[in-house]
């Protein structure tokens, strides 16, 4: 059976769509004003998105989120509680001051801001905002940062749109985060996250999501990238690549991010999901239920998750 591909650029990143038919020019649309709406909200990189008017808040306020902002919150909450709190959206001023801003400076802060940032205090999701429904509560200004799961989560809510179209069979690909539906299962290759021309292993995909995550994706400088820990504000740096298998790319996206800092074993105990986790040693582990396999150079140690 034949394969229709539509391709298009969206929040900064790639997009595919695969169908067995060709999209329809009703459901495209759909598609990218779905996607519009979601980053008129979560985009820390735009001005005027709901965010950016929480960060620019001198004393905070009261902020109504669209409905979508419930189910991504309330994976947040258990995120943060999973992880002991190293994965937090309020990691948005920590990931600013490192140079990932608005303006892509690319730039840490100078030492003096850095320190009266340190001087006021870290922020968490759990002390400083207030949840009331899709209703936000802040007292400060606050960098939400959505990064975490936020892609994975538009995965699904594209997924959704195909859905209510009729469409039973499709793969969404958004930068790299997958959703497939229906069809044959597809396989797909585990990038090496120091060589984008190797893999190091493959992935079986039906019916599910598969999400990664590397410190080379987004680096700017010695040890400067995007995967920080909420707790102190710094990069991580034991681990160097993830990759989650979940039923929905929220999860799975969420959970990408979170095996940085947290055993899988120890986050099975709360999600359903399979894993790899490759160290800067180039040591790997695999969950023993992972939908593929590792050809690593080293022997892949096997965990049970």
Not at 84 to 110: K, N
Not at 195 to 208: E, N, Q, S, T
Request: hydrophobic letters at 45%; one cysteine or more.
């Amino acid at each position: 059976m034949a394969v229709h591909r539509v391709a298009f650029d969206a929040i900064g990143t790639r997009w595919s769509i695969e169908t067995d038919e060709p999209l329809a020019e009703g459901v495209r649309a759909d598609v990218l004003e779905r996607i519009r709406r979601f980053d008129a909200t979560y985009s820390r990189f735009r001005p005027d998105s709901l965010v950016s008017r929480i960060a620019a808040a001198p004393h905070g306020g009261r902020f109504e989120f669209p409905d979508d902002s419930l189910a991504l919150f309330d994976l947040y909450d258990r995120l943060a509680a999973a992880t002991s709190g190293a994965v937090d959206p309020l990691v948005g001023r920590d990931l600013e001051l490192l140079g990932y801003d608005p303006a892509y400076s690319l730039t840490p802060a100078p030492a003096a801001i850095r320190a009266q940032e340190s001087a006021r205090g870290r922020v968490t999701w759990v002390a400083d905002v207030v949840r009331d429904g899709a209703l936000v509560v802040t007292r400060r200004p606050l960098v939400i940062d959505v990064g975490a799961a936020g892609k994975g989560y538009l995965v699904d809510l594209v997924a959704d749109v195909l859905r209510g179209a009729g469409i039973e069979r499709f793969v969404v690909d958004g930068g790299g985060d997958l959703r497939h539906e229906g069809g044959p299962t597809i396989r797909v290759g585990l990038e090496h996250p120091f060589d984008p021309r190797l893999v190091i292993g493959v992935a079986d995909l039906k019916g599910r999501a598969l999400c990664a995550s590397a410190v080379n994706r987004r680096a700017w400088g010695e040890g400067l990238h995007h995967v920080v820990d909420a707790r102190t504000g710094r990069p991580v740096r034991g681990v160097v690549a993830t990759w989650a298998v979940a039923d929905e790319a929220a999860v799975a996206d969420g959970l990408a991010t979170a095996l940085f800092f947290t055993e899988g074993p120890t986050l099975a105990h709360d999600f359903p999901f399979a894993y790899v986790r490759m160290h800067a040693d180039g040591h790997v582990e695999v969950s023993r239920d992972f939908p593929g396999e590792v050809f690593t150079g080293r022997r892949a140690q096997q965990q049970t998750a």
